[in-house]
């Protein structure tokens, strides 16, 4: 039992809940990134190329029971061939660009929020911390305000 108890404390800690919650967050959102690409961004560029559809884009590598040419990759797949469906992977591909991209503007964006955060939690240049009750005070200071320690070495 101690065992299973142990288990609880660490699948209920906010780490691993957190981490849980980004994963769920994450497979949903590269779900949406992949109808973004597919639905939103290829259609008009296959448009634009000259009706082409990205997804059927394919190499037969091995005819299959009935001959080829075939004109799909769905057909190809049904006759029994192999085929190479590099179109897939030009989708994919830019599925990947997007959501990295987005990954980077989120993460940019944290840090940039975090070092703001340090910022206002530094003390100024021209306080330091007394070394007897570790409150900011003036650098020119001679005795803290606070403890009214002498401070040695004060300009």
């Known amino acids: 039992m101690g065992m299973l108890k142990e288990f609880r404390e660490f699948a209920l800690k906010g780490n691993v809940v957190d981490m849980a919650v980004g994963i769920i967050i994450g497979a949903a959102f590269g779900l949406v990134v992949k109808s973004l690409v597919s639905d939103i961004i290829m259609p008009p560029l296959g448009l634009l190329l000259g009706k ?32 190479l469906r590099y179109g897939l992977f030009v989708n994919e591909v830019i599925s990947f660009l997007l959501v990295s991209f987005a990954v980077f503007l989120l993460v940019k964006s944290i840090n940039s929020l975090r070092r703001k955060a340090e910022e206002k939690a530094a003390p100024a240049a021209d306080t330091r911390q007394c070394p007897f009750c570790l409150s900011v005070i003036q650098a020119r200071a001679v005795r803290c305000p606070q403890c009214t320690s002498e401070l040695k070495g004060a300009e």
């Open 52 to 83: 082409v559809d990205f997804s059927e884009f394919f190499i037969t590598l091995k005819s299959g029971t009935v001959p080829g040419p075939y004109p799909t990759a769905e057909a190809a797949s049904k006759a029994g061939a192999v085929v």
